[in-house]
């Protein structure tokens, strides 16, 4: 069966940004980050283990983080 295909707009994937200085056009459900942060996570990823994104504030991840099964955040 073929994937569907990705529709701006419509909230059909989320993206890893690099953080725009010139304040350029915002990134729309995606997740921005300075370069360096970025560089961190993709070194600190496992493909392996078949991570998955889970955004929280840092307090709500840290309430649920045993219970989620979730690692530890450097």
């Keep these: 069966m073929p994937r569907p295909r990705a529709v ?3 909230g059909s994937a989320i993206f890893f940004h690099i953080w725009r200085e010139d304040g350029g056009r915002p990134s729309t459900g995606c997740t921005v980050m300075a370069e360096a942060v970025l560089l961190r996570l ?9 991570p998955r994104y889970v955004l929280l ?6 309430e ?10 450097p």
């Design 57 to 62: 504030p840092r307090p709500v991840y840290e």
């Design 64 to 73: 649920v983080r045993e219970a989620w099964g979730l690692p530890e955040v």
């Design 42 to 50: 993709i070194a600190w990823v496992d493909p392996s283990a078949q």
């Design 8 to 10: 701006a707009g419509a």
